[in-house]
């Protein structure tokens, strides 16, 4: 583990009886990072946050935060911890202002950041005042965002944390996000939204059935992944044998074609592309969507990681 | 305002209209025991035709002793294990240890509050707390009303002792935590709501069962031992107004152990929907 590592997870296994919810899982966090976690549903990125935060025990593998076990040494961890849920569930005959004062009371800590959370986020003393039963998702969710945030955490944990948040708000959870990291903290940030991943995360691991498929920074993630070639074809025959290229699962709209080609391929699948009636032709880096869409396709042995 | 004791505050508070529609139950209940006594006479109702109950209706007086349901401590102590009363004792178990640990887990709400610095043991004892003082007030009333109605009738103050009241009461504390501690286990082991209810009631119903039938047949009455109906006696209590330490002790320690079983399970358990 490194010295500076706000999260160490080395070899993490958690399974429940015969299902295994991650397996042989590392990852490390350094300390004023905003670290992406994507996968889609059942990769293991929910079972290992609650690993992360002393819900869950792992079955085996080593675990810790801030140098801490998050089980063994649980009251000394959660002062510094800030948490959202994937599936944040409240007690809908509270009140907002009786929620947030319940889970201040049970964190112990000063609230100092609870007014200007719920001012940046809009939620008014009069939202504040009613039943969270009679709240919209978009405002428990901002609820959550300010318990997780409101004791000003060393590590904020957020899962899924952008669920049904309008445009403006979510400008002010990334405003939120980038002020933090700006102040030192750390942010974990698991998320099946690809564009909030790489617009506010500097790295990202990669889960898929339980396993670590890469952890890479965004940049590097899009820089090594497909390229996305778009051609034209100037004879109007429609959809025809693309040679070699047609392994590049190519999408035929009309005349057009799609494909996904990963990088070294490309200048290869070109030469041969070109000797085809090709009117127009455009090569763009794929975003980290298609990045990670090529990663769940292609199963992966050993997790990359780049530094 | 602070919450001193949040998570015992959380417990009370989402169930304080239930409770207090259980504390106004089981008060109507009681006085309508108490009035009913008062003004029928006990020997009315088995003895005018020369017949007198049968044994094991000593199960719906509270009594394991000599104590016949057509007698005043009988007719009261009958109020004390009345199926109304049992229903209400049990939902307030039920309910109660329930929201100790499984309906947080269910509703997933428990991932809110065990990423805050507070222990398991803390959210037990707390969640017991809770529960304890429920029974406390449920029993607090009933005692209180049968011992307003001996206190207001010269009749019944004539056959009971207002300590055999209280020591009735006392009894019907330690019956409910006698339930209450294993029903809190379940929930420490669980995360269905559904199975602390039923589980509870199974204790209650099949325990009253038990000790029905075992009083009703001579060759099942060993079962009374296992039976938490043998050892909450209000009957007798009323009847004789003397603490019986043996059940008493038998009660809580019941109580006690599934108490202690429910926080070292806990304690193992992993904390999510």
């Known amino acids: 583990m490194s010295d500076s590592a706000v999260i160490d997870v080395g070899a993490l296994t958690k399974r429940y009886g015969p299902t295994v919810g991650v397996e042989e899982l590392d990852i490390s966090v350094a300390a004023g990072e905003v670290f ?68 201040a009371d049970l964190q112990g800590a000063p609230t100092p950041r609870r007014a200007e959370l719920c001012e940046r986020l809009g939620l008014s003393a009069a939202d504040l005042r009613r039943a969270v039963g009679e709240y919209s998702r978009g405002m428990k969710q901002k609820l959550g965002l300010v318990q997780a945030l409101q004791h000003d955490p060393a590590l904020v944990v957020l899962d899924e944390p952008s669920e049904g948040l309008d445009p403006l708000v979510q400008e002010t959870f990334f405003a939120l996000l980038t002020e933090a990291t700006a102040a030192g903290r750390t942010v974990l940030l698991s998320s099946h939204v690809l564009p909030e991943v790489q617009r506010a995360c500097g790295r990202v691991a990669i889960v898929r059935a339980g396993r670590l498929v890469t952890v890479q920074s965004v940049a590097a993630l899009r820089e090594a992944r497909a390229r996305r070639v778009r051609l034209t074809f100037a004879d109007g025959a429609g959809p025809r044998p693309l040679g070699a290229a047609d392994a590049w699962s190519p999408h035929w709209r009309g005349d057009r074609v799609e494909l996904l080609i990963p990088p070294r391929e490309v200048v290869g699948a070109l030469r041969g592309l070109l000797s085809l009636p090709v009117e127009d032709l455009t090569v763009e880096e794929a975003g980290l969507e298609e990045a990670f869409l090529d990663l769940y396709r292609t199963p992966t042995e050993q997790p990359e990681e780049d530094s | ?12 508070h989402r169930r304080r209209r239930m409770l207090v529609a259980l504390l106004i139950g089981m008060a109507v209940f009681e006085t309508l025991i108490v009035v009913i006594t008062v003004t029928v006479s006990p020997q009315e109702i088995f003895a005018g035709g020369g017949r007198q109950p049968p044994g094991a209706f000593k199960a719906f007086s509270g009594s394991t002793g000599d104590v016949s349901i057509a007698s005043y401590p009988g007719l009261l102590g009958g109020g004390l294990v009345h199926p109304f009363w049992i229903a209400l004792q049990l939902t307030v178990i039920g309910s109660l240890a329930a929201a100790a640990v499984a309906a947080d887990v269910e509703s997933g709400t428990i991932e809110l509050l065990m990423v805050r610095p507070i222990s398991r043991n803390r959210l037990l004892a707390e969640r017991t707390a809770a529960l304890a003082l429920a029974s406390v007030a449920l029993n607090a009333v009933a005692t209180a009303v049968v011992a307003i109605g001996v206190v207001l009738s010269p009749r019944l103050h004539q056959a009971v002792s207002l300590s055999g009241v209280f020591v009735a009461g006392l009894l019907g504390l330690a019956f409910t935590l006698c339930l209450a501690g294993p029903a809190l286990a379940v929930s420490a082991a669980t995360s269905r709501r559904a199975y602390v209810i039923g589980a509870t009631i199974s204790f209650g119903a099949v325990g009253f069962a038990v000790n029905f039938v075992a009083l009703a047949w001579s060759k099942a009455a060993g079962l009374r031992f296992v039976s938490p109906f043998h050892y909450y006696t209000p009957g007798d209590a009323l009847a004789h107004g003397t603490i019986p330490w043996g059940s008493l002790a038998v009660l809580t320690a019941v109580g006690a152990l599934g108490t202690a079983a429910a926080f070292r399970l806990l304690a193992r358990r992993d904390l999510a929907p």
């Not at chain 2, 305002?1 to 009370?12: D, E, G, I, N, Q």
Request: glycine share 12%; proline share 9%; hydrophobic share 40%.
């Open chain 1, 36 to 103: 992406g976690f994507l996968g889609p549903n059942g990769a293991g990125k929910t079972t290992t946050i609650r690993c992360l935060v002393g819900l869950l025990r792992p079955t085996s593998g080593r675990v810790r935060v801030l140098g801490l076990d998050p089980v063994a040494d649980h009251r000394r961890l959660a002062p510094s911890l800030g948490y959202l849920p994937g599936e944040l569930r409240l007690y809908p005959e509270l009140t907002g202002e009786q929620t947030l004062r319940l889970l």
């Open chain 2, 1 to 12: 305002m602070k919450h001193r004791y949040p998570l015992l505050w959380l417990a009370l």
